[in-house]
């Protein structure tokens, strides 16, 4: 995965908006690393006790895949062939933050 697929997958959560404002503004969600087929956020302290949350880009889907993780990198629950515009609602309720 290139550099532009990862900055367009942040540009697409930047412009997303949770509750009337800005995603990372909001969430307090931090993108902490660059994978080959996406990225990692590290969440701040939530209800739902997720700790990571592993982002990826299914190319010939053209869609998303959600992994939330705790703090022992345990797979809390995934979500799969989500659409961009659904990604930030998806990460909201999860982390019980909406």
Do not use: H
Not at 54 to 68: A, S
């Amino acid at each position: 995965m290139n550099q532009t697929i990862q900055s367009e997958m942040l540009a697409q959560l930047n412009a997303s908006r949770l509750n009337g404002f800005p995603f990372f503004a909001y969430s307090g969600i931090k993108p902490i690393s660059k994978m080959d087929k996406g990225l990692v956020l590290q969440c701040p302290r939530n209800p739902a006790m997720v700790k990571f949350i592993e982002f990826t880009l299914d190319e010939g889907r053209d869609t998303y895949n959600l992994k939330f993780y705790d703090n022992k990198g345990n797979i809390k629950t995934s979500e799969s062939d989500i659409y961009a515009d659904m990604v930030a609602g998806i990460i909201g309720n999860t982390l019980n933050i909406m």
